[in-house]
């Protein structure tokens, strides 16, 4: 995702890019589906590491799940920014209100 959000072909054609100051909204896709992957990393942890220890997996488990709520923290955060800096409303769509919980 950030591959093809980050391309200037794709810049061009879709929303600007990934840029901090302006754009700031165009990471909250990116950062959702950087903790989806984390997410789902964290769950296989237990399944995929078969020869280490039960303390080994939980620490796996545990660094992926940290990593997981890091980047949908970042991902509200860049939305929540974005629409104060724009004096837009904040949560006002069902995506909205289903995203945070």
Avoid: Q
């Amino acid at each position: 995702v950030f591959v093809w959000a980050d391309n200037e072909e794709t810049s061009e054609k879709y929303l600007g890019g990934l840029n901090l100051g302006s754009k700031l909204f165009n990471w909250h896709p990116v950062f959702m589906t950087w903790a989806t992957s984390c997410l789902i990393e964290g769950a296989l942890a237990y399944r995929a590491m078969r020869f280490y220890s039960h303390r080994g997996k939980k620490l796996v488990h545990g660094m992926w799940n940290f990593f997981a709520v890091v980047l949908f923290c970042a991902g509200l955060a860049s939305v929540f920014r974005y629409k104060e800096k724009n004096h837009l409303a904040s949560l006002y769509s069902t995506h909205s209100w289903l995203g945070i919980f």
